[in-house]
Nanobody, 117 residues
Framework: QVQLVESGGGLVQPGGSLRLSCAASGNTNMLNSLGWYRQAPGKQRELVAI???????EYADSVLGRFTVSRGNARNTVYLQMNDLKIEDTALYYCNAKVGSQWRDYWGQGTQVTVSS
């Protein structure tokens, strides 16, 4: 079992920045990756960015050049630096961990990001 706790969401104007944080606890020695997904009202949950344990990253095309995913020194924390936020970035952002040989998904409770003028 892995538990994920997110923080850092909020309300920001277009062009602004936010930083999300997620701390993983539990069976973290079996982590394959940590990352972020988001779900806007009426839409499916989608990948935003992930970082695998070796350090390679993957981003959605819509956030390339604006968002940066990184791991903390403890390797069981993950951050999402979001710059130049757009209205279409408004969503509930979920921390995700993929664990074990079957890459089982674990999810945080979600943190709301609202971009509005």
């Amino acid at each position: 079992q892995v538990q994920l706790v997110e923080s850092g969401g909020g309300l920001v104007q277009p062009g602004g920045s936010l930083r999300l944080s997620c701390a993983a606890s539990g069976n973290t020695n079996m982590l394959n990756s940590l990352g972020w997904y988001r779900q806007a009202p009426g839409k499916q949950r989608e990948l935003v960015a992930i970082i695998r344990i070796p350090g390679d990253t993957e981003y959605a095309d819509s956030v390339l050049g604006r968002f940066t995913v990184s791991r903390g020194n403890a390797r069981n924390t993950v951050y999402l630096q979001m710059n130049d936020l757009k209205i279409e970035d408004t969503a509930l952002y979920y921390c995700n961990a993929k664990v074990g040989s079957q890459w089982r998904d674990y999810w945080g409770q979600g943190t709301q990001v609202t971009v509005s003028s």
